[in-house]
């Protein structure tokens, strides 16, 4: 059997990194962790208790009555994000939730307190994590690192087909706001910037299909497994 690794995946909004974290855990028999989930649960908490994010305190104690986890969907055989025992795996797509992640994911204790959960689960290895910091922060010693990226008009396009099945009413100038700003706040914060790690394989996913992405990240596996 094949030694098992780690395999970080970071990238800009809506490059297709979950959907091709989950297709490479599919193929691998890996677990998946979406790092985004966690900081959209922990936002999702934030708004419904009305935490003042700017309030060191009140951010503490939040933290403290959060519980996150990863369940497995035995029918999609994908983990899915619980809050404190609540599955919350769809209403953290969310625009509202959206709107404030990037926020939220730049409060230092709130990265602190999800890197030491994201790093736990990475102990035995098999595990695919995407993000924006796990090549650089959460595993700078995986064994394969890939940085995601495409053009901005067409992770707009990406990210506007996949909100506009749920919400009809949403623009696509709302969506490019909000991609824009989260690109702004992801890249510019202070803890834990958005950058690709040095040794990170670059994949641009502008003009390739999920699968074609997909079989592209197969072969650089392959290659590291080969070689470890």
Known sequence: MAKKIIIAIDGWSSCGKSTLAKELAKELGYLYVDSGA????????????????????????????????????????????????????YVIRDLVVAEKVSDVAAIKEVRKFAVNQQQQMGKKKGVIMDGRDIGTVVFPKAELKIFLTADNAVRVERRFKELFEKNPNVTIEEVKSNLEMRDYIDSHREESPLRQADDAILLDNTNLTADETTQKALKLVKKVMSSN
């Open 38 to 89: 966690m900081y959209r649960a922990i936002t999702l908490y934030f708004l419904r208790n009305h935490v003042d994010w700017t309030d060191k305190h009140e951010v503490k104690n939040a933290l403290d009555a959060i519980s996150l986890e990863f369940i497995l969907n035995e029918k999609s055989q994908l983990g899915e994000m619980h809050l404190n025992g609540e599955n919350v795996e």
